[in-house]
């Protein structure tokens, strides 16, 4: 599995959303691997540059392509991340995702209560799809499928970051645009397929008993403060943070207050 891999102690593995791939935690790799973590950040299955696990049949007329291609279960996700802490002898982590990241993460708990130390879910949503989202997702799956990514950048400025992020921040809008326009149609056709497909998490939110970290962009598009909420009500316990001028991708347009609530996170834990 294509991975970024730095660091020695505590074990943190980073889950990045849709349609991304590991390299949206650039910073978080530096800032963490530099302050005693190992930090663990794969490319999810279909995406990145983990295309190989998508498997369609290039040769089908338009229709039976449509039709035949599978899909990326979170699930599947979630035991490719645990097949990953089994290579790299790797019992249990911190496992921190970010909005499909952390889908993942609540299949991974789901499956492996005992390999998880704390959760950090940044943008999440516990609530499974319903009929509206189901259908409009199998129409941006088919749409992609057609047309490639070119269409997904719009959303970039329109929903997914912050204002002052379009205005002040060409760097991070050129990384976001340079990761949708890389990732392989056939990959985000079939996860975009597996999101719809995806579980309710809302009933598992009473059984997660780790340390819990919750983190919301203020001017998240895709995301409300009630999704937030719903969690935090959820999870015994758990904490939120909300960072100003950020949207879904609050990893990258505030990096520096997104590590520090990290790390402040981190080492109440008991490694
Ligand atoms: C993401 O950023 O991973 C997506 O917004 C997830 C989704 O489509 O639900």
Known sequence: MPQDHFGAGPAIILLHGFPF?????????DFLSANGYRVVAPDLRGLGENVAQTSVCDSASEDHRLKSLPFTTMEKMARDVAALMDELKIESAVICGLSMGCYVAFEFIHLFPSRVKALILCGPRAQGSNEAEKTSREAQAQRVLLEGMDF????????????????????????????????????????????????????????IQVPTLIIAGREDGVRTPEDAEFIQRGIKGSQSVMIEEAGHLMNMEQAEKFNKAVVSFLMTLNH
């Open 21 to 29: 791939n590991r390299s949206m935690w650039r910073e978080q790799i």
């Open 152 to 207: 997904a950048v719009e959303s970039i400025s329109t929903s997914l970051l912050a204002e002052a992020t379009v205005k002040k921040r060409p760097d991070v809008v050129a990384h976001a645009t340079e990761m949708v326009l890389q990732t392989d149609p056939r990959g985000a056709a079939a996860v975009q397929r597996g999101m719809a497909a995806r579980r309710d998490y809302s009933n598992d939110l009473p059984n």
